[in-house]
């Protein structure tokens, strides 16, 4: 199935990202972890905006934004969130105002995500509740209360989980499909970080409209595992059906992992730092401590408990987050 049939070149989208991003082998982090082949999607190269996987979903949402002639751009979540930074960007690149709505209250601090979000020019506001989830209600009061006062905003929702969102990675997948019969890899399973989930749902609408026969394992970084199970379904689901697909994906291909959140979302874990420093030892590659880490060190731990046979051929998809590295001194990081 070429891109066009895939029905995805009928949706508008803004190019940001630079594409394809590289696929490297991973031999001495293999070889350090015990895993099988194991290669990484370099989606941390995604360039855009200091990059990471939210590039290509805002891709397909800006281009939508600017069809409805939105003024204004409106995301949140926590003050270190990538796609907060990433959709801040899309905003001054595509001239739109950026309203970012932030859990909790002024950090102490201008570091990571904050900083460059604030240097992006994001009009920012806090909701003064800890819980992150008390920024999806905030959003859409951000979004009406700009609409009466004239404006025309475009509320996005926390990590651009959306329809719209999701196809960046269906797209993601056919991109991946190439550089595999290219490089003449077979891969048996994707491996990734799965928060907001649509990630885990496009990768997973892609492989499956590709008919892959490759798994596609999420391992949780924020939410309990039923509730990932059930939310990549539904997007999977969704995006199969606006590319105008009836085919459905039975629960049993949504493979969702727990256990690795560690004490919870954003804070760091032994078992993370511990992959952190092995990629970066290995390979020279920077993971984050929010979300590739705890992946990997799920995917270690999986590789240990046997899950993963020797015989077979993983890829990791890195989805970036390197500036979480830069917040707070970073005793978490030493040895
Ligand atoms: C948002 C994010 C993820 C998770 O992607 P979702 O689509 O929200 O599941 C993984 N890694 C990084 C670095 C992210 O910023």
């Given at each position: 199935?070429?891109l066009?049939?895939?029905?995805?070149r009928?949706?508008?989208?803004?190019?940001?990202?630079?594409?394809?991003t590289?696929?490297?082998?991973?031999?001495?982090?293999?070889?350090?972890?015990?895993?099988?082949?194991?290669?990484?999607?370099r989606?941390?190269?995604?360039?855009?905006?200091?990059?990471?996987?939210?590039?290509?979903?805002?891709?397909?949402?800006?281009?939508?934004?600017?069809?409805?002639?939105?003024?204004?751009?409106?995301?949140?979540?926590?003050?270190?969130s990538?796609?907060?930074?990433?959709?801040?960007?899309?905003?001054?690149?595509?001239?739109?105002?950026?309203?970012?709505?932030?859990?909790?209250?002024?950090?102490?601090?201008?570091?990571g995500?904050?900083?460059?979000?604030?240097?992006?020019?994001?009009?920012?506001?806090?909701?003064?509740?800890?819980?992150?989830?008390?920024?999806?209600g905030?959003?859409?009061?951000?979004a009406?209360?700009?609409?009466?006062?004239?404006?025309?905003?475009?509320?996005?929702?926390?990590?651009?989980?959306?329809v719209?969102?999701?196809?960046?990675?269906?797209?993601?997948?056919?991109?991946?499909?190439?550089q595999?019969?290219?490089?003449?890899?077979?891969?048996?399973?994707l491996?990734?970080?799965t928060?907001?989930?649509g990630t885990?749902?496009?990768?997973?609408?892609?492989?499956?409209?590709?008919?892959?026969?490759w798994?596609?394992?999420?391992?949780?970084?924020?939410?309990?595992?039923?509730?990932?199970?059930?939310?990549?379904?539904?997007?999977?689901?969704?995006?199969?059906?606006?590319?105008?697909?009836?085919?459905?994906?039975?629960?049993?291909?949504?493979?969702?992992?727990?256990?690795?959140?560690?004490?919870?979302?954003?804070?760091?874990?032994?078992?993370?730092?511990?992959?952190?420093?092995?990629?970066?030892?290995?390979?020279?590659?920077?993971?984050?401590?929010?979300?590739?880490?705890?992946?990997?060190?799920?995917?270690?731990?999986?590789?240990?408990?046997?899950?993963?046979?020797?015989?077979?051929?993983?890829?990791?998809?890195?989805?970036?987050?390197?500036?979480?590295?830069?917040?707070?001194?970073?005793?978490?990081?030493n040895?």
């Amino acid at each position: 199935m070429s891109l066009d049939e895939l029905g995805l070149r009928n949706i508008p989208h803004v190019l940001l990202a630079s594409l394809p991003t590289p696929i490297m082998e991973a031999p001495r982090l293999a070889a350090a972890i015990g895993s099988p082949r194991l290669w990484i999607k370099r989606d941390d190269l995604t360039g855009f905006g200091f990059g990471g996987n939210k590039i290509r979903g805002l891709e397909f949402l800006l281009a939508d934004a600017l069809a409805q002639e939105a003024d204004t751009l409106v995301t949140g979540a926590g003050p270190q969130s990538n796609y907060v930074r990433a959709t801040a960007a899309a905003a001054a690149h595509a001239g739109l105002n950026m309203v970012a709505v932030y859990s909790g209250t002024t950090p102490p601090q201008v570091q990571g995500n904050y900083r460059l979000t604030r240097l992006l020019g994001a009009d920012i506001r806090f909701t003064g509740n800890p819980d992150r989830a008390s920024v999806d209600g905030a959003i859409e009061e951000t979004a009406l209360e700009l609409r009466s006062a004239g404006r025309r905003p475009y509320p996005i929702p926390r990590g651009g989980a959306s329809v719209l969102g999701t196809l960046g990675y269906v797209q993601a997948a056919y991109e991946l499909a190439t550089q595999c019969v290219n490089k003449d890899i077979s891969p048996d399973a994707l491996v990734l970080a799965t928060g907001s989930c649509g990630t885990q749902a496009g990768l997973l609408a892609g492989v499956r409209l590709l008919r892959l026969p490759w798994r596609v394992e999420g391992f949780t970084v924020s939410r309990p595992v039923d509730e990932v199970k059930s939310r990549v379904l539904a997007l999977a689901q969704a995006a199969i059906e606006r590319l105008g697909f009836t085919r459905t994906i039975a629960p049993q291909d949504v493979i969702v992992h727990g256990g690795f959140i560690g004490p919870g979302y954003g804070v760091p874990t032994p078992e993370g730092t511990q992959a952190i420093r092995l990629a970066a030892r290995c390979e020279g590659i920077f993971l984050d401590p929010t979300y590739t880490g705890k992946a990997m060190a799920g995917f270690l731990a999986y590789c240990n408990r046997g899950h993963f046979r020797r015989d077979e051929t993983v890829i990791f998809l890195h989805t970036g987050g390197e500036p979480a590295l830069f917040v707070g001194e970073g005793s978490w990081l030493n040895e």
